[in-house]
Each structure stands twice: as C-alpha cells, then as structure tokens.
C-alpha cells in the first residue's frame, strides 16, 4: 500500500492527499515533520514533506509525486494524455507554485505566526504576488476548473496556494487578489463542496493546535 508521509497542515501534503483521494486510490497516512536527522534525511533528502513511501522506496518532491502517482496508479486521470494539454496542465501548476505559492510563502511567518518580516521581503512578495494572479488570469480557463473541464493537478495547486497567497495579501497588504478574478472565487467555492476536499480541511482542522504549539515551541 502506498503511504504519504507528511502532516496535514501542509499545503503540498495536501495536495497529494487530495490526488489520491480523487484517483480512489487506498494509502495509509504516516506522520512525519521531516527535519535534518539522519532517520528524517532517510526518507527525504532535503528534509521537507510530502513523500510517498512505495515498494521500491521513497519518492519526494510535490510535482514528481504527483507526476509518479499518474503514471503508476489507476483511478481517475488527474493529467490530460494529450500531449499539449497535459504541457498546459503542467504550466499552470508550475505557474501558481512559482509565481503565487513561494512568494507567499515568504511572508507567512509574519501573517500567520506573529514573526515580523523584513520590509524588502514584504514588498517583493506584494510585487510578486500581484504578477502571480495576472498571470493566473491569463492562461488560467476557469471552465469551470482551472484548466478546463475536470479536475486536474492545476487544480490542486490552486486550491492549496491561491487562499494561503490571498490571506498573505489580505493581512499585510489590504488587497484582494480576486477582485478581478470571479471565476477563480467561484471555483474555490465549488471546491470547497468537494468531499474529499472537506475530509482534508477537518483533518487539518483537527491538527493545527498541535502543529501551532510545534511552531511556538521553537520560537
């Protein structure tokens, strides 16, 4: 059976949680903050989650789990088999990790966690971010999904980057980065109905006050 290595606060953990759920696929949870041990670094080289746990070992790294569950595993396709299409699929989900979900990530500790960030920091990620959601914009097709018809990996960037990005922007800027998207407020909203997705959101629900403690213990 496979085994997602991770915790369920995690965006990019959640992401592969969600692709499998979709794909119907059975796996066990195992929990795992990573970290720089020798037993951690066993399992994932850079130290960070998620990892899926399969029979010939470990395979690390959002895109490439998500790239190797397609390839490997049955159930629902989460990837176009058109060439072209899947290239598309592929972009977006780089486009929105690059372009939304890292610049974000540079001003969580301030926005989530109380730690202030530099000022030089903040302007960039308001820089970055205000590109990022062009971008989205752009080449996104929000019909209804993100990159057309049915769910894909795009989606699963999108619904676990574009809140975290817009509650940054939100909080430390007094911007919404949706104003002129609708289309990308109404399918998060369509995504939020998933059941899958609901079962995720409870299972971070029920994490966070521990992984919170975690957080302020090493402050």
Do not use: W
């Not at 592929?90 to 989530?112: D, M």
């Not at 999108?158 to 002129?180: G, I, M, N, Q």
């Amino acid at each position: 059976m496979l085994k997602l290595y991770g915790f369920s606060v995690s965006n990019y953990y959640n992401m592969v949680k969600l692709a499998l759920l979709e794909k119907g696929l059975p796996f066990e949870e195992v929990p795992f903050y990573a970290g720089t041990s020798a037993e951690a670094l066993a399992i994932s080289p850079r130290g960070k989650v998620p990892v899926l746990g399969v029979e010939q070992g470990f395979v690390n790294e959002t895109a490439v789990i998500l790239e190797y569950i397609e390839q490997s595993q049955a159930g629902k396709p989460l990837l176009p088999s058109d060439p072209f299409e899947r290239a598309q699929v592929l972009a977006l989900a780089k486009e929105i990790e690059l372009y939304i979900e890292l610049p974000g990530r540079a001003c969580y500790p301030e926005a989530f966690f109380g730690m202030p960030v530099a000022d030089a920091i903040k302007e960039k990620t308001k820089a970055e971010l205000l590109l990022g959601f062009a971008s989205l914009g752009r080449h996104a097709k929000f019909a209804p999904y993100v990159a057309g018809d049915s769910l894909s990996v795009a989606d699963l960037y999108f619904l676990y980057s574009v809140p975290l990005a817009c509650a940054v922007a939100k909080k430390l800027f007094d911007l919404d980065l949706l104003a002129e998207l609708p289309a990308a407020r109404l399918l998060l909203e369509r995504l939020e109905q998933n059941p899958h997705v609901q079962r995720i959101a409870k299972d971070k629900d029920a994490a966070m006050p521990a992984f919170m403690a975690m957080v302020a213990s090493k402050r």
